[in-house]
């Protein structure tokens, strides 16, 4: 499973993709359909929990394949949502929706507050 052919990686490695996103959709439907029961008040039917498909076989033992500093795949196969391992799968692309923007400049504006770095100039020696 090692030597991949890159073509056939990339389609696994899509496939691995989709997997997960169907597994994301489901599980959003289903705490969709939670938060309407408890609004509801219990007045409509106990939302039952989605049938996840199985995860395929062909997937498992999947390496994650980037080349390292030795020029070699890697051979990890614990793998994240985009089919790389903690040590390939890329740095954070940050905050995507408007509200996460929003926290992110706020907590910037927090970090760099003027008031802030008066009061650490007085504690300093
Ligand atoms: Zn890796």
């Known amino acids: 499973m090692l030597t991949l052919d890159p073509r056939e990686s990339v389609r696994l ?13 489901l599980s959003q439907a289903y705490e969709a359909a939670c938060n309407a ?9 106990n939302p039952r929990p989605p049938a996840y498909p199985p995860f395929p076989n062909k997937l498992r033992g999947l390496p ?7 020029g070699e795949p890697c051979k990890r196969t614990d793998l994240m949502l985009n089919g790389r391992c903690k040590f390939h ?10 509200a996460g923007q929003s926290r992110a400049l706020a907590n910037l ?10 009061a650490w100039d007085e504690r300093r020696p």
């Open 37 to 45: 029961f408890i609004e509801s008040g219990g007045a409509t039917r």
């Open 64 to 70: 994650c394949g980037t080349r390292n500093r030795q």
């Open 89 to 98: 799968g890329g740095m954070s692309t940050g905050p995507r929706s408007a």
């Open 13 to 25: 490695r899509r496939f691995w993709r989709h997997h997960f996103e169907e597994c994301s959709r």
């Open 109 to 118: 504006a927090k970090r760099w507050a003027p008031d802030r770095h008066e």
